[in-house]
């Protein structure tokens, strides 16, 4: 499992963020297809990074979100 950011894109929709896969973004027009397509593309990352024989980043979260 892996922490994601999802953020409501302007012109509608969704968009989404591995923030412990760096580049790993995906976008949705609903919430539940936003997160359905950023688990394919972690998936997908971690597949890559398997197959060339890099490490896998830990999912750790630096960002602190607040509302101010």
């Known amino acids: 499992m ?3 950011v999802i953020i409501s894109a302007e012109e509608g929709g969704y968009i989404v963020e591995c923030p ?3 580049g790993c973004y995906s976008q949705g027009e609903t919430l539940d297809e ?3 397509n950023i ?3 972690i998936a ?3 597949e890559v990074l398997r197959e060339e024989g890099r490490p896998i980043p830990e999912d ?3 960002r602190v979100m607040m509302v101010v």
């Open 2 to 4: 892996r922490q994601i």
């Open 20 to 22: 412990s896969l760096p």
């Open 34 to 36: 936003a997160i359905a």
């Open 39 to 41: 688990k394919e593309a």
């Open 44 to 46: 997908l990352y971690i």
């Open 60 to 62: 750790k979260l630096d």
